[in-house]
């Protein structure tokens, strides 16, 4: 495929990455004002999120097949569709059952975008030779603070209806014209076609199963931290070390710019480390900065401890997502995804019950050690990670 094709590819996919974090992002920051109109209880709205987490969890299995079958373009922009269209449901609904409804429906379309565009880049990041996959991932991150922010601004101007139905005319409209371009170019092939045929022939033989699966674990190990640092960050500096709320809040905006910077770093990084160190160092920095993170006495060591952790944990997730799909291909991409997916549903929930047994900080250390954890699969898999 012509290098002009393979960039417009590029672009085209990195559009679809930021337009999933931005829709994301802008539904999270109206969860309270549904919760408000639906005048759920806390306990009932926690079910009805689960909406989102079941949908994802179980299309994610069912998407690698998808993308076998209809083609890896064709499934993301289906699920971009219908992500944009599902981000307008939740404030139509006046129950917490209506609203797990609905949020099953957003779910599986978030699930199912991030399983095919995945597998998309990877096949791009092979035609391209260059280890590029972290970009796609700071383009998510990027999208997500944007939406974030601008959900903020105009929270106290629009209805939760008006703004998420705004953001499914402009998904809509991004999807219109990146969708296009993905559409019109066939998926480019590996540089070698051997190895696509070495890869779906190989794609049940047990010991690729095996080493895709532990290159899932890294993506949990990642996800964890990600999840656990959202939701508890900003009681921890609150709770522990007496941070004013709006420091408090800090916490985890330093600690997805630390991500967001190491994602669009990572390309040069890769090239100059290779896949097995990048895991290594990542996943040992991120160790250290939690650690100083959870156990640092006073506010701002607790703050740079974040964003060393951002900085550690940035590429191990696209970094893992590659080299399973680079082995097994979109199923590849699906198991890691969806490993990693529960990590970051594993994070929160498994941080408080350690908080109610030892204390916060305490609990906290556990994403420094799945950090580590990663760093060591990352060397006992350097092999296959240099295949």
Known sequence: MPGNSLT???IALTVFFALDGFVFAGWVVRIPA???QTDASASALGLALLGVSGGAVVTMILTGRLCRRYGNHQVTVACAVLLCLSVALPPLTHSALALGAVLLIFG???GGINVAFNSAAVDLVAALRRPVMPSFHAAFSL???IGAGLGGLVAGVLSPTRHLLGLTVFGLLVTLFAGRVLLRHQPPGPPESSAQQAGTSHRT?????????VFGLIALCTAYGEGALADWSALHLEQDLDATPGLAAIGYSCFALAMTIGRLTGTTLLERLGQTRTLVYGGTTAAAGMLLGALAPSLWPALLGFVITGLGLANLFPVAVERAGALAGPDGVAIASTL???G???GPPAIGFMADWFSLPTALTSVAVLAALAAL???TTRHAATN
């Open 344 to 346: 970051m549903l594993l």
């Open 143 to 145: 999208g997500g603070m």
């Open 8 to 10: 417009r590819l590029r």
């Open 108 to 110: 599986m379309a978030f």
């Open 340 to 342: 990693g997916y529960g």
């Open 34 to 36: 549904v919760k408000e």
């Open 205 to 213: 033989d047990p010991r690729v199963r095996r080493l895709v699966i």
């Open 377 to 379: 699969i990352g060397v």
